[in-house]
C-alpha cells in the first residue's frame, strides 16, 4: 500500500511538473543554455501577403513568414525583404508572456501599368458600396461618337459568367457634366453647368432623348431621401463605438475600416482622447501614439488596442459636394418646407486646400490606407509607419482608387500624351 501511494505520488508530481513546464513553453519561456533555466520570452507572429519574405531581426536572418518566433522580451528593428518588393521595416517591443501578431502587405517595388480605357476617360468616381465606378468617355478624336457617355466599371470579382466589361448608362456627352452615386450605388445625379439635373438608374442605357429634367420639387426630395439614406447608414455605423469615442468626436465625420476594427478621422478641431476608451489587448501595437489631436491633422483609432495613430500631418478639408450644390439649386417648394432637419452626412475623402487635391482611403485589407497626392500615390499603415509610394508620375489627382481585392489601384492618367490630352483609366498592379 505505501508503495502505491509513493508511486501515486511521484506519478502526480512528475505530472503536475510536466504541465507547469509545458505551460511555461507555451506562454514563452524558453531554457537558457548560459544560466541553465527557463527564461520568460515573448512571441512574435509576422504573416507576410505575399508570403515567403525573409525576416531580419536587428539585420540578422531569422526566418522566412509567415512564421512564429521566441524572442527576448527587448525592443527589435523588424524587416521583411522579398525579391521584386518594397522592403517593410518596423521598430517593435517585445514584451513577456505576450503573443505580438503583424500582418503585412507588401507591395511591388516597380508595379506594372495596363490601360483599361482607350479612348479616353475623366472623372471617375467610386460607388458608395466601392465595387464600381462612374466614369465619362467625352467627345474627341479617339472617342466613337456611339461610346460618348457616361460609363460603369466594376471593380470587384464577379461569379462566372457575370460580364466585367464596362457598360454605357447613357450617351449624354459628359465633358462639362458632374455625377454622384446614390448611397445605395444604383442611381447617379447628373448636373449640367446650367444646373439642370438627371437622375440616372445605373441597370439600364438612359437615352438623352428620352431623359426629362428633374423637377425642383423632385430634385428636393431626391437629395432628401438620399441625405436620410446616408445619415441612417452613417448613424448605423457610430452606434457600437464607444460613447467616451462617441463624445469625443462628436462633431467629427469618421470613415469605419472595411474590417470595422478602425476609425479614420480628420479633426477638425483640437481635443485630447481620454484614456482607457476600451480595454486594450495583451500584444497591443507599440508604436507611437497621439491621444493630444490637433485640427487639420488626420488620425486612425484603433478600436480593438485603444491607440490613436497620426497618419497625415497636414491641413485637409473636404471637397465640394455635389448634393450641396444640388441643394443649393432646389428653391424652396412647400415640400421642402415641412422637411425635418437633414441628418449628418456620409463622410467623404478629404482633399487639400492648396494645389493638386489630396485624397486619404482606405485599403481594403484595414491595415492600410491609401494618400493620393499631386504626382505621388503612397500606402501607409495604419498606425502610421511603412509610408511606401506605390506610384510615382503623372496622373490626375486624386483619382486612386483601391480594388475591393486589393490586387490594383485604379488611377486616371494621361500618361506623357500631353497636359492637355484626355487621360486613361490605368491598372496598377499591387500583386
Known sequence: MRL???????????????GYF????????????KTFSLKPRGLFVITSSPNGAQVLINGKLESATNATISL?????????????????????????EEVTKIEVQLFPGAPSLSALTFTGAINPILASDKTKVAY?????????????GIWIMDLADLPIGFSRDPRQITDLDPTNLSWTWSPD???ILVVTPEKTYYLLETGSKNLKSQL???????????????????GQEYTNSLKDLPDKLKEALKETKITLSPDKNKILYTAEFDL??????????PGSSTQKEERTVKTGNTYIYDLKEDKNFLVYDKTITLPKDLLEEASSSAKTTPQSKTQTKKPTPAPREAASDVG????????????????????????????????????????IAPHAIPFPNSSRLLILTNLGAGEKAVGNLYGVSLR
Not at 527589435?76 to 525583404?81: A, C, F, G, S, V
Request: glycine fraction near 4%; charge should be negative.
Open 72 to 96: 527576448p522580451p527587448d525592443n527589435y528593428n523588424i524587416e521583411l525583404k522579398k525579391e521584386g518588393f518594397l522592403t517593410w521595416k518596423k521598430s517593435i517591443t517585445i514584451k513577456k
Open 136 to 148: 465619362g468617355i467625352p467627345t474627341s478624336e479617339k472617342a466613337d461618337t456611339e461610346k460618348v
Open 356 to 395: 493638386q487635391p489630396t485624397s486619404i482611403s482606405w485599403f481594403p485589407t484595414s491595415t492600410n490606407i491609401v494618400i493620393a497626392e499631386e504626382n505621388k500615390i503612397t500606402i501607409k499603415e495604419y498606425d502610421g509607419t511603412n509610408s511606401q509610394t506605390v506610384y510615382a508620375g503623372p496622373y
Open 212 to 230: 426629362l429634367p428633374l423637377t425642383e420639387a423632385k430634385l428636393a426630395q431626391t437629395i432628401e431621401e438620399w441625405r436620410e439614406e446616408a
Open 272 to 281: 485630447t482622447l481620454p484614456d482607457n476608451i476600451v480595454s486594450p489587448l
Open 4 to 18: 502505491r501511494i509513493f508511486v501515486f505520488l511521484i506519478t502526480l508530481a512528475v505530472v503536475l511538473s510536466a
Open 22 to 33: 509545458f505551460s511555461l513553453i507555451a506562454r514563452g519561456y524558453r531554457f537558457d543554455s
Open 185 to 187: 450605388s444604383r442611381e
